[in-house]
């Protein structure tokens, strides 16, 4: 058994605390899979005296986190506090002090990972962040190891559990969208302010942070178009389930020959395809490798003790590089995307096939004034269906693929059309056509 790694944890909330009863509960198992003990020797919060829960003494605790991550005792941060500041000033702290850092912080790495992996390089230390996506299910760590060999061409994946519940809540139970918020509120699955992840800004993060490991292209998370949930109605859900769709929030990653594609939005998708059956708040992320094929990774994307399972995971990479005279900076998970090849395409150069829904006056005519719109922007139809009578005339129409540009200019145009009362959704359609 290799001397001890002492570790300083900065954050005890949620992910923290299930991380000190981790170490403690597993702490057998822990030490022989590592070849040494994992110790938490410090623990960084805002309130030192408060009582917590968690099985560790309380003079262990300290409001001061920059003397925490210098403290020479301390070999190892996990950095669980959240937020930009002060959790990036503390990390360069602990690389320039050559300290590496395991963290969960999607919302940091997703704006700041070249500064970081830039300065854990010139530290010559790691910077590990399995939990930073998918909460418990390894997603980093297979994409930068078991998949290293391949090339990924594509990415999907349902990375909020919030937005998640609540989708399945509207599709299962036919509830509106802020009936679900409130519910899903109730449950302690949404927080009080959802718009960080009804608006899909925590998925954009993770999609930054999964397109960077996939591409070895720095993405941040203003490069990822991103939309919401908050236009999707009840009604288009049914209409979807009609059709053979379900409707989920799904992450998007595309490669093709150095041009690359990321976004976040509601999209309808086949519903035997694998993501479809992906309920309630369990995330997943599907994947296609040129060798591997098709692979799904799904299980709990958030909740303190799965993200611990993640953070020790982590932790006991680097207990075992360490042990095995590796240092800190083992060339092993080395992953700079320092040289980056290609370029991030914008939204308007996808191609996608589409849902619309239109209300429109139900008399003679309409229907091909209306095609003849969609055939001027080069948008071909694939189905249509006239749902309700008279004033409740409303036609679901699908498309073929086209591009999002042409798309886009065609429903301004149908906008205008005199039987067109209103467009009232538009979504896109994937992994239907190829
Ligand atoms: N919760 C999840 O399911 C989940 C899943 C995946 C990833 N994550 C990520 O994990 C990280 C931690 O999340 P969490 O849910 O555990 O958060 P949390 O419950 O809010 O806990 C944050 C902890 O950090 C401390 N802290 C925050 N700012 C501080 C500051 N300026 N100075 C001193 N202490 C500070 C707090 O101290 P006090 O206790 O004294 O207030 C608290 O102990 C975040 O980056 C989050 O995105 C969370």
Do not use: W
């Amino acid at each position: 058994m290799g001397e001890r790694m002492r570790v300083g944890l900065l954050g005890c909330g949620n992910v923290g605390s299930a991380v000190v009863r981790m170490l403690h509960d597993h702490a057998e198992e822990i030490a022989r899979r590592s070849g040494t003990e994992i110790e938490i020797v410090r623990i960084g919060v805002r309130d030192p005296r408060r009582p917590r829960d968690v099985p560790v003494d309380s003079d262990r605790f300290t409001a001061d986190l920059r003397a925490l991550v210098a403290d020479r005792d301390v070999d190892v941060i996990v950095e669980l506090l959240g937020g930009v500041e002060p959790a990036r000033s503390l990390m360069l702290a602990a690389f320039s002090g050559g300290k590496p850092v395991v963290t969960a912080n999607k919302e940091l790495l997703a704006s700041h990972s070249l500064e970081l992996f830039r300065a854990a390089a010139e530290g010559g230390v790691d910077v590990l962040y399995e939990a930073s996506v998918g909460g418990g299910i390894p997603l980093i760590r297979p994409l930068r190891e078991g998949l290293a060999g391949d090339r990924i061409g594509r990415f999907m994946g349902i990375v909020n559990g919030t937005t998640n519940y609540v989708l399945t809540r509207m599709a299962e139970e036919g509830l509106d969208l802020d009936e679900a918020v409130a519910e899903a509120q109730s449950l302690g699955y949404a927080e009080a302010d959802p718009s960080a992840d009804i608006d899909g800004h925590d998925a954009a993060a993770k999609a930054a942070i999964l397109a960077t490991i996939a591409f070895d292209l720095p993405v941040v998370a203003s490069d990822v178009y991103r939309e919401g949930i908050r236009e999707v109605s009840a009604e288009d859900i049914a209409y979807a389930r009609g059709l053979g769709y379900t409707v989920k929030l799904l992450v998007i990653g595309e490669s093709d020959d150095g041009e690359v594609s990321v976004r976040v939005y509601p999209a309808m998708i086949p519903s035997e395809h694998p993501l479809a059956s992906v309920r309630e708040s369990f995330n997943a992320v599907y994947l296609e490798g040129q060798k591997v094929g098709p692979l799904m990774l799904y299980g709990r994307g958030a909740g303190g003790d799965p993200t611990a399972t993640s953070v020790v995971g982590d932790l006991i990479e680097l207990a075992r590089n360490r042990v095995a005279g590796l240092g800190y900076g083992a060339p092993l998970v080395a992953h700079t995307p320092e040289r980056p090849r290609g370029r991030i395409k914008p939204i308007e150069e996808l191609s996608a096939q589409y849902y619309i829904l239109l209300r429109v006056a139900d008399r003679p005519g309409v229907l091909a004034a209306i095609a003849g719109s969609f055939a001027e922007h080069d948008v071909s139809i694939k189905s249509v269906r006239q749902e309700g009578h008279g004033d409740q005339a409303q036609l679901v129409l699908i498309t073929h693929r086209a591009a999002e540009g042409s798309l886009r200019a065609c429903v301004r145009d149908l906008g205008g059309l005199e039987p067109v009362q209103s467009v009232m959704s538009v979504l896109r359609v994937e992994a239907a056509e190829p």
